[in-house]
């Protein structure tokens, strides 16, 4: 079955300018979740969905940043007024929440590279 | 303190050879346990997960858990070339949210 994929791969934006990224999970999956990789770091948590809302959005930098969900599927994350050090690799990953069945282990889609000149 | 811990590497192994790698965490309440792969310019594939203490086997790949001392290894036996790559392990403390990661293990396996 198809994987986590994200769009665009790459996107190159000019300081100050807003930007949204998108997810889609793997179907059915109830849980999705963003992370963040700046070049040669490890992964940093942004925001968890269950469902459509969202249970844990302790990672989220600043207020510039914003993600929803919405029909438990697609879900966008949205970055206002960049700024360089939002320059970063943008991973999402779903799970499946079925306990007993992998539930717990979470997948990830090939990320969104951002690069904020 | 960082809450997932690995040893940053590069650790190199010769092909044909055990690499072992480690990974400390601190909190105590931790269910969950992964190992990622992750190769240069691309994402973490789930190579491996544990939530019993002992080993787990898959492959070539063991995974070993003892949640008393809040310690996680993973062994690669008859390490190939094609397994350099950045090793990450993740801990989930409760049942359905964040991961978080340590810093990740480089391997090189040399021919």
């Known amino acids: 079955g198809a994987g986590v994929s994200q769009s665009p791969s790459n996107k190159v934006t000019e300081k100050g300018k807003d930007v949204e990224l998108r997810c889609d999970p793997i179907s059915g999956h109830t849980a999705l979740y963003w992370y963040r990789q700046r070049l040669g770091q490890g992964l940093e948590f942004l925001i968890y969905f269950q469902g459509n809302s969202a249970p844990d959005k302790s990672g989220l930098p600043s207020d510039r940043f914003s993600a929803e969900r919405t029909g438990e599927s697609v879900s966008t994350l949205t970055i206002q007024r960049t700024q360089q050090e939002d320059s970063a690799v943008y991973l999402c990953?779903?799970?499946?929440?079925?306990?007993?069945?992998?539930?717990?282990?979470?997948?990830f889609g090939p990320g969104t590279r951002l690069t904020v000149t | 303190q960082k809450e997932v811990e690995q040893n940053s590497g590069p650790l190199s192994v010769p092909e044909g050879a055990i690499a072992s790698l480690n990974c400390t965490y601190s909190d105590r309440v931790s269910q969950s346990f992964f190992w990622y792969r992750q190769y240069s310019g691309k994402s973490p594939e789930l190579i491996m997960s544990?939530?019993?203490?002992g080993d787990k086997e898959d492959g070539r790949f063991t995974a070993q858990l003892n949640k008393a001392s809040q310690y996680v290894s993973l062994l690669i036996r008859d390490s190939q070339p094609s397994d350099s790559a950045t090793y990450l392990c993740?801990?989930?403390?409760?049942?359905?949210?964040?991961?978080?990661f340590g810093a990740g293990t480089q391997v090189v396996v040399t021919p």
């Open positions: 544990i939530y019993s203490n």
């Open positions: 990953a779903s799970s499946s929440l079925i306990p007993g069945l992998g539930g717990h282990e979470q997948y």
């Open positions: 993740a801990v989930k403390a409760d049942s359905w949210g964040k991961l978080q």
